[in-house]
């Protein structure tokens, strides 16, 4: 079995929704992502993917999020909303609440749409804190 790694980082805000604890405050991240493809099969120049098109196809997706301030669909007041849209702020809707459990899940599949052999996806919110998606 052969595998490949390669890391993504963008810098967001985000909230937990409905949560309790001091993560429900809009805070940001330095978030990393960091995707293992594996396959049993390399190509006729050995490689399992080209790290050029993995890393553009990542990097494409986590610089949609970067500098943005990530949230979940409702849980904003309506009022909230138009101010931050009429501020001109960069926001990213999701139909989860973004944690680094949620993100792992969707940068799995987001890749995985594009046909990549995913196999894994941590999603760091900090050097020592992550999340793991495999299927």
Known sequence: ????????EFDAAHFLAG???K????????WS???????EELDDLGML???????????EISDG???????KKGSLK???LEALVDEGFKLNIMDFIPTAESFARF???????????????????TPKNYATYTK
């Open 19 to 21: 949560y309790q604890g």
């Open 49 to 59: 993917v080209d790290f050029t098109d993995i890393k553009r196809d990542l990097n």
């Open 107 to 125: 940068f799995f599949d987001e890749l995985t749409k594009k046909n990549y052999p995913v196999y894994e996806v941590k999603v760091y919110e």
């Open 65 to 71: 999020f970067d500098h943005s301030f990530i949230f």
């Open 33 to 39: 992502v960091e995707v293992t493809l594996k396959g």
């Open 78 to 80: 309506q009022t909230t």
């Open 1 to 8: 079995m052969y595998s490949v790694t390669t890391k993504s």
């Open 23 to 30: 993560c429900k405050n809009i805070h940001g991240h330095r």
